[in-house]
């Protein structure tokens, strides 16, 4: 049985010639005795359509080298399968990455994905589509939707920070009637509204410190807003795991939700934003994913 390793050559802006990235993925299979497939995507969803045919081909690890995109992608076609993933973290942020411990270096990433025993890990579903590592409605969905955006040029960290500086200063909040499993409705206005599997944006940023990805359940985590300069004074908090000492902050976990507004509602899956309708219902998917990660 042979590994697929699927590269996205643009993910997080400048990185080495792709043609140096498939020799490396070339030479760290054969170091570890393994046939490997190596394949380049072209264009959106063709990670997913890349991993649907390694998994009809009998591949017994497929391992995505990308951003969160690029893992969403091949983890929705690896779930509730017995194939799992490998993950080489290549894109702005890495949240998942981070949180799994997947080395930062290409080659020690593949090392130990291409070693790793898998283990069951959740996922998430929005609206029906299925997240690995975050969701969102809000501010980060709109943010999302600027750096996604065909016009937007500057990639990576720098140009996602710019994008969500410049956007704090016109963005404007919305209400939402939220409903956990069969409970009562909370109406809340927020700024933010995440659902996480697993604890952090990326870099560092932690919204839902208290989020494992094998625990069976979601952290739901809304941010009411009071003021906008209160919002930005209190934004360190995501740095130090502090977020839900926030006044304002709201955190609970979750296996069902359901998010409503008065209006069409943008929300994101692992940073790919998503035009929504006026009611979004969430769940968790326990163990629905094998993962090889240290």
Same mark, same amino acid.
């Given at each position: 049985?042979?590994? @697929? ?5 643009? &993910? ?51 391992? &995505? ?37 997947? $080395?930062?270096?290409? @080659? ?49 960290? %720098? ?5 969500? &500086?410049?956007?704090? @200063? ?34 560092? @940023? ?39 000492? %926030? ?16 209006? $069409? %509602? ?29």
């Amino acid at each position: 049985m042979s590994v @697929a390793i699927i590269i996205n050559p643009i &993910a997080g802006g400048r990185m080495r010639p792709v043609g140096d990235r498939v020799e490396l993925a070339r030479h760290a299979a054969a170091a570890a005795g393994e046939a490997a497939d190596i394949f380049v995507t072209e264009q959106p969803g063709h990670a997913r359509s890349l991993a649907r045919a390694a998994r009809g081909n009998g591949a017994r690890l497929v391992v &995505a080298w990308g951003g969160d995109g690029t893992i969403n992608e091949v983890a929705t076609e690896l779930a509730h399968g017995p194939v799992p993933l490998g993950i080489v973290a290549g894109g702005s942020g890495n949240g998942l990455a981070r949180e799994l411990n997947i $080395p930062a270096g290409p @080659a020690r990433a593949l090392a130990a994905a291409l070693s790793a025993v898998p283990r069951a890990m959740d996922l998430g579903e929005i609206d029906g589509r299925l997240f690995v590592n975050l969701a969102g409605i809000g501010f980060d969905a709109h943010v999302a939707s600027r750096f996604n955006a065909a016009a937007n040029r500057r990639r990576g960290l %720098m140009g996602y920070a710019a994008i969500a &500086a410049r956007s704090l @200063a016109s963005y404007s909040t919305a209400r939402y009637a939220i409903t956990i499993g069969d409970g009562g409705v909370m109406s809340v206005r927020a700024i933010l509204v995440t659902i996480a599997n697993s604890p952090q944006f990326g870099n560092g @940023a932690r919204i839902a410190p208290a989020a494992r990805v094998d625990d069976g359940l979601l952290d739901l985590v809304i941010v009411e807003e009071r003021s906008r300069a209160r919002t930005v004074w209190h934004i360190p908090r995501l740095f130090t795991g502090t977020i839900e000492k %926030m006044g304002g902050c709201t955190a609970r976990r979750i296996t069902t939700a359901t998010i409503a507004c008065e209006g $069409p %509602m943008t929300f994101h899956i692992d940073g790919e934003p998503i035009a929504g309708g006026n009611s979004l219902r969430v769940r968790v998917h326990p163990s629905a994913l094998q993962i090889a990660a240290p």
